[in-house]
């Protein structure tokens, strides 16, 4: 990762964060404001979460924007003379998109749609998705929307006028962030401190594992090299449940566990890429990139003209959690107290 050419893409730049008082929101406004970035501008619809992050941070490159992705005018008002938009507003709670599909579709993907067209008319230079692992072969309604997500913002360059529009629009695909308010990690701790049994659905469960400071990395990595169409991926670990959970005993108390079984929705394992997806991915930087289909029909030597460092993925079937080097309970160990998540 270049650092200093990334850090200075955003030099006298204006940025757009949806869900900017989430968890990634916040972290990834922090390492902006450390930029010589022009303004950021937080998007989200929870007014006090607002007000903390704005009591937090008291930076004057800050604007705090209340609206909702549903909401296209809003949108577009938000986005005048933005140059790049994180997009990462989203239902993401697995049982409580299951119980209520119908708005998660209104906001993980008509509010994808929102912000695709939002950016076309303002003309913004660069945008990217946050999406997640679920959004591979879908097993549940969120991963579903977020694989709509995905297939919106891949499409979207096919859509407009490349002459009068510049707007370039990129996918990101990772696992939960270590410690996210989505990981199992806090709960597990939570439990432990109330002196409760750690409760999984099953002991043999794996998932990627990525801490925020890596996920920032990656996503400002796929921004700067992306060129359009694109979803990238970075090259991670994981972590088995029980290894996690014996970690976790270790460094506070083993208050025993109990196994309720898999829950509608969940998958045993995580898959970053399919085997469908193999044929169009190569690797580059230390990430792995799929590629719009019409870019894998050039030669090795025009896209490495495109991406330098480009490669071919050789002997891999698909990329999921079970079948990545794993994290140790002693490794395991070390990142939960640099995260300070105890």
Known sequence: MNTAEITSMFDGKNVLITGGTGSLGQALTSRLLKSKVNQIRIFSRNEF???????????????????????????????????????????????????????????????????????????????????????????????????LMEKLFVSANNYLNVERHPTKFIAVRYGNVLGSSGSVVPKFIEQIRKK????????????????????????????????????FIPKIRAYGINELKAALFELLENTGEKTTGIRAGEKLNEVLINDYEIPYSWKINNMYMIANPVLNNRSISELSELYPGIKPIEKMKDYSSNNVEKISKEELKEIIKKVKLI
């Open 49 to 147: 979460k607002q007000i903390e992050m704005e009591t937090k941070l008291q930076d004057k490159k800050l604007r705090f924007f209340i609206g909702d992705v549903r909401d296209l005018p809003r949108l577009e008002l938000a986005l005048e003379d933005v140059d790049f938009v994180f997009h990462a507003a989203a239902l993401k709670h697995v049982p409580k998109v299951e119980y209520n599909p119908f708005e998660a579709i209104k906001t993980n993907v008509i509010g994808s749609q929102n912000v695709i067209d939002a950016s076309i008319r303002n003309n913004v230079k660069k945008v990217i998705c946050i999406g997640t692992d679920k959004a591979v072969s879908p097993l549940n309604t969120y991963g579903a929307t977020k694989l």
């Open 196 to 231: 409760q049994q750690v409760t999984t659905t099953n002991s043999n469960m794996t998932r990627f594992s990525i801490t925020m400071d890596e996920a920032l990395d990656f996503i400002l990595n796929a921004l700067y090299y992306g060129k359009g169409t694109e979803i």
